[in-house]
């Protein structure tokens, strides 16, 4: 079983469309949970950075972890064609961090 | 301009060739990591370095070596390549000041051994 589990997609949703990615992990000793965006031959791209249960909210970006389920997901409001891109999760322990696979996301206009 | 260069972007080779891949950051960050990814696989990290001459192992380490002598260049070492070693190779450097993360990217090393 693989520490970080992520469906690889792809995920196809019409432009405006509410986005939910998910990440499923294992080890509880996760402290840090993050999502990045990468387009294609790009490197990743920070999207958010959380470090406790609950929400956090950076405009159209709404990152969810919940601890106790060892879940995280993102959230993608009002999805625009830019938005096509792979997501990444990411959780960090003491400065390793272990990364899902991805989830190749496509918005169709 | 806040950037992570690396070099070179693309590279053929040949098994046991030694080969270096510079990493170079200018925002100062103490903290700097390489990452391969392949598909299905995601990112898997390599090496990480939390500040001048300190590094330590990653995820998959083996066949490879880092150095850490000055804050702003961080070189992946390949002694002797293999082709298990072809891979997408990303070095990236990050900050956190009391909970704000700042990560930068390098474009990516596309390497290629035969």
């Known amino acids: 079983q693989k520490e970080v589990e992520q469906d690889p997609g792809p995920l196809s949703v019409p432009e405006g469309a509410i986005v939910s990615l998910n990440c499923t992990y294992s080890?509880?000793?996760?402290?840090?949970f993050m999502w990045y965006r990468q387009y294609s031959r790009k490197g990743p791209e920070l999207l958010m950075y959380t470090y406790s249960s609950g929400n956090k909210e950076d405009g159209r970006f709404t990152a969810q972890v919940d601890k106790s389920s060892k879940y995280i997901s993102l959230f993608i409001r009002d999805s625009q064609p830019s938005d096509s891109a792979t997501y990444l999760c990411a959780l960090d322990s003491n400065y390793q961090l272990i990364w899902g696979a991805g989830t190749k996301l496509i918005i169709k206009p | 301009e806040a950037q992570v260069t690396q070099n070179p972007r693309y590279l053929i080779t040949v098994t046991g060739k030694k080969l270096t891949v510079t990493c170079s950051q200018n925002?100062?960050?103490?903290?700097m990591s390489w990452y391969r990814q392949d598909p299905g696989l995601g990112l898997r990290q390599i090496y990480y370095s939390m500040n001048v001459e300190v590094t330590d192992k990653g995820d998959v380490p083996e066949g490879y070596k880092v150095s850490r002598k000055e804050k702003r260049n961080f070189p992946l070492i390949l002694e002797s390549p293999s082709p298990n070693q072809t891979s997408l190779y990303f070095c990236?450097?990050?900050?956190?000041?009391?909970?704000?993360?700042?990560?930068?990217f390098g474009p990516g090393t596309r390497l290629l051994v035969l």
């Open positions: 990236a450097s990050r900050r956190n000041d009391l909970g704000q993360e700042t990560q930068y």
């Open positions: 080890n509880s000793a996760f402290q840090y």
């Open positions: 925002m100062n960050h103490e903290y």
